[in-house]
Nanobody, 122 residues
Framework: QVQLVESGGGLVQAGGSLRLSCAASGRSFSSYAMGWFRQAPGKEREFVAVSWNGGSANYADSVKGRFTISRDSAKNTLYLQMNSLKPEDTAVYYC????????????????WGQGTQVTVSS
């Protein structure tokens, strides 16, 4: 059974940092694109970042320069380092995996995690 399990969310003050983790199990995702989405209350789920092809990455404009996506293929784990957090970053963050980075960016993915809450206070 394939599972993506996020962790690392929490409450942080504006300007602070958090690192999210997504532990994958049930299969190897080394050849898959993996990424992060987020959904704030009352808003649609939005793309945050994607990692693919051994080190390529792409970010939403709203997080570029502040967030860094990385992965440890040996541990089958995806990370999201979030720095200089803003109150507007408050959301539930979801891990996702798909065989296509292009498809993943659209939100149409093979696998989703259950989400982890990030709250940034002003």
């Amino acid at each position: 059974q394939v599972q993506l399990v996020e962790s690392g969310g929490g409450l942080v003050q504006a300007g602070g940092s958090l690192r999210l983790s997504c532990a994958a199990s049930g299969r190897s995702f080394s050849s898959y694109a993996m990424g992060w989405f987020r959904q704030a209350p009352g808003k649609e789920r939005e793309f945050v970042a994607v990692s693919w092809n051994g080190g390529s990455a792409n970010y939403a404009d709203s997080v570029k320069g502040r967030f860094t996506i990385s992965r440890d293929s040996a541990k089958n784990t995806l990370y999201l380092q979030m720095n200089s957090l803003k109150p507007e970053d408050t959301a539930v963050y979801y891990c996702a995996a798909d065989s296509s980075a292009g498809r993943l960016r659209t939100g149409v993915v093979n696998y989703w995690g259950q989400g982890t809450q990030v709250t940034v206070s002003s």
